[in-house]
């Protein structure tokens, strides 16, 4: 199985800060990968599909990009509704391993 | 609009099974490929199955491979997840998601516990 590693696991920053996640994967995935935010109670939403494609309706703020094994996921300026938690998510191979999770709050 | 909406979760004891089911509306159902996807009590996500568009292919993580079954009924815009011998460690939120999970299920909660 290909193994997603996330860090960190856990961050604090400032409105308007930038903040940037990384994920590894533990051998090369190409650009299947995705990337997701996910609220307390609710279903996970996809941002970023094939490493740097943003999913329509999502703010610019977002931003994916790597390729092969070491992935970033950044949002440029911080919003206080970009509390949540972000997953990283590969689908070159089954089964479709995500990452740890990396829980975003607010200083 | 595309939905995804599941249901079918609830208690049941170790050794039980449980069926759940979702619902896919405002896409043609047919074309695409769907997965379960589980998320344990404040954990991460964890794939489950996933089955093509015709059934051809199906897919199971090792977790469950035995004891769960996917299926779909393309005439009736549903997929399902047959749950048997649960264990306490199949406690979660079940979500259904489309292809390559694109469009999410609101998930539905099973608990197993005696």
């Given amino acids: ?107 | 609009e595309v939905q995804l909406v599941e249901s079918g979760g609830g208690l049941v004891k170790p050794g039980g099974s449980l069926r759940l089911s979702c619902a896919a509306s405002g896409f043609t159902f047919s074309s695409y490929s769907m997965n379960w996807v589980r998320q344990a009590p404040g954990k991460g996500l964890e794939w489950v199955s996933s089955i093509s568009s015709s059934s051809s292919y199906i897919y199971y993580a090792d977790s469950v491979k035995g004891r769960f079954t996917i299926s779909r009924d393309n005439a009736k815009n549903s997929l399902y997840l047959q749950m048997n011998s649960l264990r306490a460690e199949d406690t979660a939120v079940y979500y259904c998601a489309r292809d390559q999970n694109r469009y999410w299920g609101q998930g539905t909660l099973v608990t197993v516990s005696s």
């Fill in chain 1, 1 to 107: 199985d290909i193994q997603m590693t996330q860090s960190p696991s856990s961050l604090s920053a400032s409105v308007g800060d930038r903040v940037t996640i990384t994920c590894q994967a533990s051998q090369d995935i190409s650009n299947y990968l995705n990337w997701y935010q996910q609220k307390p109670g609710k279903a996970p939403k996809l941002l970023i599909y094939d490493a740097s494609n943003l999913e329509t309706g999502v703010p610019s703020r977002f931003s994916g990009s790597g390729s092969g094994t070491d992935f970033t996921f950044t949002i440029s300026s911080l919003q206080p509704e970009d509390i949540a938690t972000y997953y990283c998510q590969q689908y070159d191979n089954l089964p479709h391993t995500f990452g740890q999770g990396t829980r975003l709050e607010i200083k």
